[in-house]
Nanobody, 114 residues
Framework: QVQLVESGGGLVQPGGSLRLSCAAS??????MGWYRQAPGKERELVAV???????NYTDSEKGRFTISRDNAKNTVFSKLNSLKPEDKAGYYC??????????WGQGTQVTVSS
């Protein structure tokens, strides 16, 4: 059974940072990534990382967010820097196995407010 468990969200002041983690189990995952969904908006890609380490970021977050992974632990991380109030959203981990099937975590909430 595949499980993706996110952690690391919370309340942070504008300009602050958070580190999100997602521990995956139950399959061999090729690409892993992070998406976010703000209230009333569609879920959007934040960043994705391949097993070999190549990354892809949504243009608006390049330079602020950094994705990384630990293949031995099947864990993907996202360091969110210089957070803005508009970064407030549910952040969802996504993992894709070799059959290209996608799995989702339950989400972790990020709130940016003073």
């Amino acid at each position: 059974q595949v499980q993706l468990v996110e952690s690391g969200g919370g309340l942070v002041q504008p300009g602050g940072s958070l580190r999100l983690s997602c521990a995956a189990s139950g399959s061999f995952f090729s690409a892993m990534g992070w998406y976010r969904q703000a209230p009333g908006k569609e879920r959007e890609l934040v960043a994705v990382i391949a097993r070999g380490g190549s990354t892809n970021y949504t243009d608006s977050e390049k330079g602020r967010f950094t994705i990384s992974r630990d293949n031995a632990k099947n864990t993907v991380f996202s360091k969110l820097n210089s957070l803005k109030p508009e970064d407030k959203a549910g952040y969802y981990c996504n993992a894709r196995n070799l059959s290209a099937r996608k799995y989702w975590g339950q989400g972790t909430q990020v709130t940016v407010s003073s």
